[in-house]
């Protein structure tokens, strides 16, 4: 695979929470410099990186980050505040509880609601794959299939673990064909990225990717 195809890929993230100007611009021109697919930056951050960048990157930030235990009207707010600011892609978190608790159908009206909010903007769903049983996991997937959320996400990058191999290739086993499948936390190597493309996974949330491509740039190879 291109290295130009995996870089337009990544959502370039910096999510970090000493995270400072500086770094988020950083961000920004790193990911137009490297032809990635946004930039993914704290909510703080969107209305300032948005006028940074213009039209020359998408502005990806969080919602209900990283823990998902918010209430609706607060997710709800944060995306339709996120989207008012610049923000062209919101990545929610899941009331994780709900999920295990076995209240389908709240966490189901919960994305819905988000969506709702984005006003047409892209959502990625975030399941936090690592607290998750495969029977969890599997329910998700068509939790999420019928949410009318754009893409289910393995992880945050925040808790017990990222993304696997396995989880891509469950989430492509058992999603309906208009949903795609965003890989996050973990992704270490050029190897590892192209393996979850590879898998079925559409978008990659990683801050590591472009800085081993600069470095690489750095040492003349």
């Known amino acids: ?23 988020i611009k950083t961000l920004c021109d790193d990911g137009i410099k490297y032809g990635c697919a946004s930039v993914c ?3 703080s951050f969107v209305k300032r990186a948005k006028d940074y960048v213009g039209d020359k990157i ?12 918010n209430t609706t009207a607060v997710k709800c707010f944060e995306a339709a505040e996120a989207v008012k600011e610049g923000a062209d892609e919101i990545d929610m ?11 389908y159908d709240f966490v189901l009206n919960e994305i819905k609601a ?3 909010s984005c006003k047409g903007k892209l959502l990625k769903v ?3 794959t690592c607290l998750l049983t495969e ?16 893409f289910i996400k393995t992880s945050t990058g925040f808790s017990t673990g990222g993304a696997t191999r396995e989880d891509v290739a469950l989430f492509a086993a058992h999603v309906r064909p208009h949903l795609k499948i965003k890989a996050a936390g973990g992704i270490a190597s050029l190897k590892d990225a192209e393996d979850m493309l590879s898998l079925g996974a559409s978008r990659l949330g990683t801050s590591r990717i472009v800085k081993i491509v600069k470095n690489e740039e750095a040492h003349g190879y």
């Open 114 to 116: 988000v969506k709702e």
């Open 58 to 69: 998408k502005i990806c930030t969080v919602i209900g980050f990283p823990n998902g235990y």
């Open 135 to 150: 029977e969890e996991k599997i329910k998700m997937c068509e939790i999420v299939s019928d949410s009318g959320a754009d």
């Open 126 to 128: 975030i399941i936090e």
């Open 1 to 23: 695979m291109e290295l130009s195809e995996i870089l337009s890929k990544v959502d370039h993230t910096v999510l970090g929470p000493a995270s400072t100007w500086n770094d």
């Open 93 to 103: 978190v899941i009331n994780i509880g709900a999920l295990k608790d076995k209240d």
């Open 41 to 43: 930056l704290p909510p």
